[in-house]
């Protein structure tokens, strides 16, 4: 009886985790570290001022934010193109859309989400029998390619929590005094926070579902006309 190679029966899980590591790479060109969600006015605030309170605010925005919108939204949507269920694709995107507080919000999710469409054209990998809502936000997109790459929903909402754990990083070294030690000494702290925020995510119903973040929405907003800025959010 012929059974199968045990390098045949991993193959998928590997293509399915470098396809996740691309997916999350600082080094997709979609444009996602022009962005800091707020952060860099929490900083102008002085909300946010040195290692301890950039950990109470990642905290928070995680606990309140991601957890309650982005990543339990991110397995509906995956669910949703793995049923070829365009309507509540659709659904699911105009909610997230709904859900950005300001305009800055609302651009970030709507520019990523149409760079990493250009990009996925380029490489030949837009959906064919589902079509993408028009527009598509960042989350819609990175979850059709998500699963179109065999990425299994636990694993594509740690990578999308560790993408964002990184660029707001990223934005902390830049308009902070933080250094890259203190970024990863931030990194070990928050990674046990990233596991529970996704075991949060994927135990929430769909009436439990929305961010509670007034504090981001009004940094936010006051980001809008804040006069020195390096960033678009």
């Known amino acids: 009886m012929l059974t199968e190679r045990p390098e045949a029966a991993t193959e998928g899980d590997d293509l399915a985790l470098l396809g996740l590591l691309q997916l999350v790479s600082p080094a997709l060109p979609i444009g996602a570290f022009a962005w800091s969600q707020g952060l860099e006015s929490a900083f102008e605030l002085g909300w946010v001022e040195d290692e301890a309170s950039l950990a109470r605010w990642l905290e928070g925005v995680l606990d309140d934010g991601l957890a309650r919108c982005?990543?339990?939204?991110?397995?509906?949507?995956?669910?949703a193109w793995a049923d070829r269920e365009g309507a509540a694709v659709a659904?699911?995107?105009?909610?997230?859309a709904a859900?950005?507080?300001t305009a800055e919000l609302a651009a970030e999710?709507?520019?990523l989400g149409a760079a990493l469409?250009?990009?996925?054209?380029?490489?030949?990998?837009?959906?064919?029998?589902?079509?993408?809502?028009?527009?598509?936000?960042?989350?819609t997109v990175f979850a059709w390619l998500a699963h179109a790459r065999g990425i299994a929903p636990r694993q594509a909402l740690l990578g999308?929590?560790?993408?964002?754990?990184e660029n707001q990083l990223a934005v902390a070294c830049k308009a902070l005094p933080l250094g890259h030690t203190a970024a990863q000494r931030l990194v070990e702290r928050l990674r046990p926070s990233l596991v529970t925020a996704v075991d949060?995510?994927?135990?929430?119903?769909?009436e439990a579902l929305g961010p509670?973040?007034?504090?981001?929405?009004?940094?936010?907003?006051?980001?809008?006309?804040?006069?020195?800025r390096l960033f678009r959010s």
């Open 91 to 96: 659904q699911w995107n105009d909610w997230l």
């Open 70 to 79: 982005e990543l339990p939204v991110l397995t509906r949507l995956m669910s």
């Open 160 to 165: 999308f929590a560790w993408a964002w754990l």
């Open 109 to 111: 999710d709507a520019r």
């Open 200 to 206: 949060a995510a994927l135990s929430r119903d769909d």
């Open 99 to 101: 859900n950005r507080e």
């Open 117 to 139: 469409v250009r990009l996925l054209a380029s490489l030949e990998l837009l959906p064919s029998e589902t079509p993408l809502p028009q527009p598509a936000g960042y989350v």
């Open 212 to 228: 509670v973040l007034p504090g981001l929405a009004l940094a936010s907003a006051r980001h809008e006309t804040q006069y020195s």
